[in-house]
């Protein structure tokens, strides 16, 4: 079962503290990613049996090959694409002074405004997919599932063109009810 997303919030001496929890990735990425890892390890063994197989072999060895390398290609870009935020607990101090995450801190001053958001969407028009079959409509599904647990709150600062991301791996509307309690707290009206 998926972990979903939810944070409390307690006044502190310091400010309000907020504890944030993020939602795990869905189940269908995980067996996505399985899925991945069983095809690239049917490539492999492929591949063996082409070069143990000889000379008479070799186009055995490079289809293996191929069926081992894209399913490897498409589990690093996930990886990648899954790795660059982390899915962590966040403990976050909000005042009027600023926000204060761990070591990091922004001040009041240097916050535009905080915004809701997915950190790795950089605009552009919308992608209308086109599903032909059972498994174009499976990745859509799965991929929406990934989207709709990575929302951020992200700080928009007045010292860098980059929103910075206070906190990864939520729902919209955890994402939002955050959104407005944090900045609540960033005005002194908690």
């Not at 997915?118 to 032909?132: A, I, Q, R």
């Not at 079959?133 to 992200?154: C, D, I, K, W």
Request: with cysteine.
């Amino acid at each position: 079962m998926a972990k979903e997303a939810h944070f409390s919030a307690t006044e502190t001496d310091e400010g309000v503290q907020f504890d944030i929890e993020p939602a795990s990735m869905p189940a269908t990425f995980g067996c996505m990613m399985v899925f991945f890892y069983i095809m690239a390890g049917i490539g492999g063994l492929v591949a063996l049996t082409g070069l143990a197989g000889g000379e008479d072999g070799t186009g055995a060895f490079w289809g293996g090959l191929f069926v081992a390398a894209v399913p490897i290609g498409a589990i690093f870009l996930f990886k990648r694409l899954n790795g660059r935020y982390e899915r962590v607990p966040v403990r976050m101090i909000v005042s009027k002074s600023g926000i204060e995450i761990g070591t990091r801190s922004y001040r009041s001053e240097d916050i535009r405004e905080l915004v809701v958001g997915l950190p790795f969407d950089k605009g552009g028009t919308e992608m209308m997919p086109t599903h032909s079959g059972v498994a174009g409509t499976a990745g859509a599904a799965a991929g929406m599932e990934v989207r709709n647990r990575s929302y951020a709150l992200m700080a928009r600062l007045k010292s860098s063109s980059k929103n910075e991301v206070l906190a990864f791996g939520l729902t919209y509307n955890v994402a939002r009810s955050l959104l407005a309690d944090a900045s609540a707290a960033l005005s002194g009206k908690y």
